[in-house]
């Protein structure tokens, strides 16, 4: 690239570039705003990889902001999840997967992102909150109530993709159809919309037999499930 001007560099040359030109000056501390926001997915890929070797190489601190949690989750030794300016939750990347602080991380960690199930607080004891879908399905989900569990007041139970499981009738917490399939070889993505108009996503292996207006029952385990109080906060959960 070094005989070229910047007019006939594209967008992620001149990106490329200029981390090449950050690199040689040997700092201790790099700041990247996005840097692959203009290349190719499989460009993208491979600078990710590429950005990776060259921290472990340069053990310098780099500080790396991003909107893609795909980028955050594989890169990051601890991520700082914003919204408006505040931080929200800091960590690494799997304590901020497999224990959100709140909804808005809840959501935006995790791709597909987590299915948030609508309902109430209809029980409380030391280790477990009973909580009631809006199908009536009453499920218990073992977590520290605290002050903030109230019987009657609305609340949000999340579960992942992942953590969804088609069953037989008799295992079902839910039930819907199926309207979309995304077939990605080793694995498959269901999209279903539910009795009660919610979609969910549902991972299940690649060579699952399942076909769009079917009609599946969906059951998972109550360990997997995250319940967050009127106020988008988590309820914490037992220690294993």
Known sequence: MLE?????????????????????????????????????????????????KLHRELNATMVYVTHDQ????????????????????????????HNPANLFVAGFIGSPAMNFLG???????????EFELNNQQKIQIPCQPGEQAN????????????HLELTGDSDA?????????ERLGGETYL??????????TVHASGDKVISVDDL??????????HLFNGQGQVFEKLAA
């Open 70 to 97: 795909v980028e955050a989750m594989t890169m990051a030794d601890k991520i700082v999840v914003l919204r408006d300016g505040y931080v929200e939750q800091v960590g690494a990347p799997l304590d901020l997967y």
């Open 216 to 225: 599946v029952s969906i059951g998972f385990s109550m360990e997997d499930c």
């Open 119 to 129: 309902g109430k607080i209809s029980g409380i004891s030391d280790q477990t909150i």
């Open 4 to 52: 070229r001007k910047p007019k006939e560099l594209s967008g992620g040359q001149r990106q490329r570039v200029a981390i090449g030109r950050a690199i040689v000056r040997d700092p201790k501390v790099f700041l990247f705003d996005e840097p692959l926001s203009n290349l190719d997915a499989k460009l993208r890929v491979q600078m990710r990889l590429e950005l990776t």
């Open 173 to 181: 917490i839910l039930r819907g159809k199926v309207f979309a399939v």
């Open 191 to 200: 999209y279903v919309q539910t009795e009660d108009y919610k979609e969910l």
């Open 151 to 162: 019987a009657g007041s609305s609340a949000k139970a999340g579960v992942r993709p992942e």
